[in-house]
């Protein structure tokens, strides 16, 4: 029942900029601790930023100042404001509820940041 759609990915240069979105259906974004994570190939599912039901952020070390999480509750959708880009954070991107449900994973939405 619960579906989490990302979308927003694509081919960026170094130092420029993507927004994310993660559509929710079947789950409430505004009432759940919503998150953003992503994996590069070859390694393992990290924490990339969260977003609580009351409004407070948390982001890992690595994206700290350049990546922005915020949730439009009308649309029942996540996003996450990607700015000051750089190789190391081309990845697959999801997103899920904060404590992570295996069966909410969707397909996920690929940046890669190159020249």
């Known amino acids: 029942q619960v579906q989490l759609v990302e979308s927003g990915g694509g081919l960026v240069q170094p130092g420029g900029s993507l927004r994310l979105s993660c559509a929710g259906s079947?789950?409430?974004?505004?009432?759940?601790?919503m998150g953003w994570y992503r994996q590069a190939p070859g390694k393992a599912r990290e924490y990339v930023a969260s977003i609580g039901s009351r409004n407070t952020t948390v982001y890992a070390d690595s994206v700290k100042g350049r990546f922005t999480i915020s949730r439009d509750n009308a649309k029942n959708t996540v996003y996450l404001q990607m700015n000051s880009l750089k190789p190391e954070d081309s990845a697959v991107y999801y997103c899920?509820?904060?404590?992570?449900?295996?069966?909410?994973w969707g397909q996920g939405t690929q940046v890669t940041v190159s020249l």
């Open positions: 079947g789950i409430i974004v505004s009432t759940n601790t």
């Open positions: 899920n509820r904060i404590p992570v449900r295996p069966d909410y």
